[in-house]
């Protein structure tokens, strides 16, 4: 009897795993040892290997930006990078160019501020599809530290939302380019894109794209094509 009783525990407890689920997880990143991680990088170094999708990175209170190595680039599950009240991520160094954060399927970043960045796309390869799912919320883009938005690879069911002084957005017409929502946001002007003098450009092939409620306020004056424009649609 006791043998029956120990094989049906053993029956039971491997169906119950077969069907157990690994839950999302939350990574702390500061440059405190009491994070699980002291840079993103090293947070996203770990999530490639263990990443199930709806894991969030949260960074808070000491972080150090200058310990970064760019470009980060999102892993290909869903992501979040969520930062704390005045965290700022970014390239210290002002004689360099503004890194890169690329932006996979189903990446978010939000609640961050931003100093001499590019948010992209990541770029999927010439015959894969455009990512889906991306979503930029309530950041905050340093004017003085120009930082901007350039979805090359193109984006499918976006979201750009609530963010402030973005300095530009640009999305890739070559790439598939459908169901964007854009509102709520400001836009600072400080720096063109890629000398076409707006401060959002898309082109007519996108489609589904809903605009709602933002405000477009140019800053430089010296463009090949004279001062900052708001829209190229």
Do not use: W
Not at 60 to 79: H, K
Request: with cysteine.
């Amino acid at each position: 009897m006791k043998k029956l009783f120990l094989f049906l525990l053993l029956v039971v407890g491997g169906l119950l795993g077969a069907h157990a689920t690994v839950q999302a997880a939350t990574y702390t990143v500061c440059a405190d040892m009491a994070c699980d991680a002291e840079t993103i990088t090293e947070a996203f170094a770990t999530l490639v290997d263990t990443a199930t999708g709806g894991d969030e990175v949260q960074v808070i209170s000491d972080y150090d930006p200058s310990a970064e190595t760019y470009p980060l680039v999102f892993p290909d599950v869903t992501t979040t990078i969520a930062c704390d009240e005045g965290i700022v991520i970014g390239q210290t160094n002002p004689a360099e160019l503004s890194s890169t954060i690329s932006l996979s399927t189903s990446s978010t970043i939000r609640d961050c501020t931003f100093g001499r960045v590019m948010l992209m796309s990541k770029n999927p390869g010439m015959t894969a599809l455009a990512p889906s799912g991306i979503r930029i919320e309530n950041n905050i883009f340093s004017q003085m530290a120009t930082s901007s938005i350039y979805l090359f690879a193109g984006a499918k069911n976006f979201v750009i939302q609530g963010n402030r002084d973005i300095n530009y957005l640009t999305i890739n017409s070559n790439r598939e380019v459908e169901n964007g929502l854009i509102q709520n946001n400001s836009f600072f002007g400080r720096v063109n894109s890629g000398r076409s003098g707006y401060m959002l450009a898309t082109s007519a092939s996108s489609t589904n794209l809903l605009f709602f409620n933002n405000d477009f306020v140019g800053h430089m004056t010296d463009t090949i094509g004279g001062a900052m424009s708001a829209l190229s649609i």
